[in-house]
């Protein structure tokens, strides 16, 4: 049986305060690289960390963590991407790697100010409910693949993290609306779900950190949705370049 690990992180606002009306935090998108666990260990974090000691070399004691908006305000050591050559090298090879690595992606967005006019008080949480439904699709495919997986998402703070391990275990004890808890066990290894931050450098979750705008942006134009602003030609050139890599269920909007 193939064994996989799932890598989650989150693009937009994830709480029901300030202006819904703002594109900016009106969607919460969560997205998720698998990657198989021989194929992580032997060739994708390996090859990430070559890639990231040649556009940005540094000492391995002290690793560059890859986080999508330092990287787009090019501060610090990615002020190295300011010369037009060394961004050039890392946009070439980034998108090489997402073609050559990524194996299957997917994503959740959800219209929060939708969803809270339609159910008031009883909305659901917005990050949990997009969570919970991509668990569903990710579990089918998991099935077609006949493998099983763990989870990590990436850290959001102390109470935050509690509640997400909270409504992970509970989805494995008694499964979804949809899905029963034996079918979501027979799918995912364990009932806790692992939380821990990219400043671990977790490759899967800095990955998963640099998909998950364009992802996001992805699903808001392919369902029609206003943008506070389009997507840059970099963000575009991510989006075309893992468009194969999503499952056909992979993309999901909730309006």
Same mark, same amino acid.
């Given at each position: 049986?193939?064994?996989?690990?799932?890598?989650?992180?989150?693009?937009?606002?994830?709480?029901?305060?300030?202006?819904?009306?703002?594109?900016?935090?009106?969607?919460?998108?969560?997205?998720?690289?698998?990657?198989?666990?021989?194929?992580?260990?032997?060739?994708?974090?390996?090859?990430?960390?070559?890639?990231?000691?040649?556009?940005?070399?540094?000492?391995?004691?002290?690793?560059?963590?890859?986080?999508?908006?330092?990287?787009?305000?090019?501060?610090?050591?990615?002020?190295?991407?300011?010369?037009?050559?060394?961004?050039?090298?890392?946009?070439?090879?980034?998108?090489?790697?997402?073609?050559?690595?990524?194996?299957?992606?997917?994503?959740?967005?959800?219209?929060?100010?939708?969803?809270?006019?339609?159910?008031?008080? &009883?909305?659901?949480?917005? #990050?949990?409910?997009? %969570?919970? =439904? $991509?668990?569903?699709?990710? @579990? +089918?495919?998991?099935?077609?693949?006949?493998?099983?997986?763990?989870?990590?998402?990436?850290?959001?703070?102390?109470?935050?993290?509690?509640?997400?391990?909270?409504?992970?275990?509970?989805?494995?004890?008694?499964?979804?609306?949809?899905?029963?808890?034996?079918?979501?066990?027979?799918?995912?290894?364990?009932?806790?779900?692992?939380?821990?931050?990219?400043?671990?450098?977790?490759?899967?979750?800095?990955? &998963?950190?640099?998909?998950? #705008?364009?992802?996001? %942006?992805? =699903? $808001?134009?392919?369902?029609? @949705? +206003?943008?506070?602003?389009?997507?840059?030609?970099?963000?575009?050139?991510?989006?075309?370049?893992?468009?194969?890599?999503?499952?056909?269920?992979?993309?999901?909007?909730?309006?």
């Amino acid at each position: 049986m193939n064994r996989y690990r799932l890598y989650l992180d989150e693009s937009g606002d994830h709480t029901y305060g300030g202006d819904l009306d703002d594109p900016d935090r009106r969607y919460l998108g969560l997205t998720a690289v698998a990657v198989k666990t021989t194929d992580y260990r032997e060739c994708f974090h390996p090859t990430l960390e070559r890639l990231k000691q040649d556009v940005f070399p540094h000492s391995p004691d002290e690793p560059v963590i890859l986080v999508r908006s330092r990287i787009a305000k090019k501060e610090g050591i990615f002020s190295r991407l300011r010369d037009a050559s060394v961004n050039a090298a890392w946009e070439r090879q980034l998108l090489a790697f997402f073609a050559d690595h990524l194996s299957v992606i997917f994503t959740v967005v959800i219209d929060k100010k939708a969803h809270r006019e339609r159910y008031g008080r &009883a909305a659901y949480h917005p #990050y949990h409910y997009c %969570l919970t =439904v $991509l668990l569903e699709r990710y @579990r +089918g495919w998991l099935e077609l693949k006949g493998g099983r997986s763990d989870v990590m998402a990436e850290g959001r703070g102390g109470t935050e993290d509690l509640k997400l391990k909270q409504v992970y275990e509970d989805i494995w004890n008694n499964g979804t609306q949809f899905l029963s808890a034996q079918l979501m066990q027979n799918a995912f290894t364990s009932k806790e779900l692992k939380v821990k931050k990219k400043e671990q450098n977790i490759a899967g979750l800095q990955v &998963a950190d640099l998909l998950a #705008y364009p992802a996001r %942006l992805d =699903v $808001l134009i392919r369902n029609s @949705r +206003g943008l506070a602003r389009p997507p840059s030609r970099f963000t575009s050139r991510i989006n075309e370049t893992v468009k194969f890599k999503y499952n056909q269920y992979g993309r999901v909007f909730l309006g």
